[in-house]
């Protein structure tokens, strides 16, 4: 069976930068600045009023729309189910129509991207972890159905107008980000995908959440390095969330690998991104260190549900 690869990294930001002395001041968050700083946090993207998850999806794929020319599939992911919805709550409210509740963001990237030959797929209860998710199951696609061709995925989130931008101590940035997945030899082979989901850990509290975060994040990796008979010393790179830079300090002694590895370089400039960190982590390590072939990359993500996914990758 042919090997899949994923290419043509993307991603769009919230148009506004606060730093998170701003932030804090006008009660966007719930932890004060100093702590958030120690954590590695400086600065996050929250979207203007007019500019919704949709907007920032498109502004994600614009850059790449001539990679995704003959797509056969969109997965489009979401961690806030209100994302995955582009229609208007009050005409349902007014009409008592549902078809205002399922107005869905991926057909209409479908359409404006010219994509005909494209079938949507929609994941929204995969948290943070979607945009793995959507490699994971766009990886199953292929193999077993390869006239798709090339998948775009896509994931996008903007919080609520008024909500807090932190989870989980994390300061929070809206975005998007996209990438393609294919059986041409480029960009990077994927190896390997995994997941874990606890759903008895639902509805944990964020102390809750950080303390599960190093045994099934240890586990998860764990598995996944055995599903591909590879171990951490053959790993280059952890590509992560961004999260505590001190959580990976820890992790890294208990997968007995180099903290200097773990490629987080973006977590001051934009924070945690919902489900984007991954591809905007990724394209930052190759734009400031030498990626050779070979070079094997490990991603990984948390997220509510409780999700835990990653995926290894190997450079063309």
Known sequence: MSEVFVHDFSYALGDQIFDVEQSVGQGRTLTGAAA???????????????VSAYDLAKRAVTPIAQSTRDAGAIIYSTCLPCNGNIGSEQRFRETRDVKYLM????????????LE??????????ACTSM??????????????????????????RFPEGAVYEQAYNLISDGAAACVLSTEARGYRV???H???????????DDETVGTYFSYTHRLISELLSRAQLSMHEITWVVPQNTNITAW????????????????GSIADVGHIISSDNVVNLVKLEREHAVPSGTKLLLMMAGFGLNWQAALLEKV
């Open 191 to 193: 190896v390997a995908c």
């Open 249 to 264: 300090k820890i992790l890294s002694r208990l997968l007995k690998f180099d903290c200097e590895k773990v490629f987080f």
């Open 103 to 114: 107005d869905f963001p991926a057909s209409h990237l479908q359409s404006d991207f010219g």
């Open 195 to 205: 997941g874990i989901t606890n759903g008895a850990l639902a509805r944990a509290s």
């Open 132 to 157: 793995l998710g959507a490699l994971r199951l766009g990886k199953a696609l292929l193999k077993n159905e390869p006239d798709i061709g090339r998948i775009l995925c896509v994931t996008a989130d």
């Open 36 to 50: 958030l700083r120690d954590a590695g946090f400086v600065k996050h993207h929250v979207a203007s009023a007019n």
């Open 117 to 126: 030959r494209a079938s949507v797929i929609g994941l929204n209860q995969q």
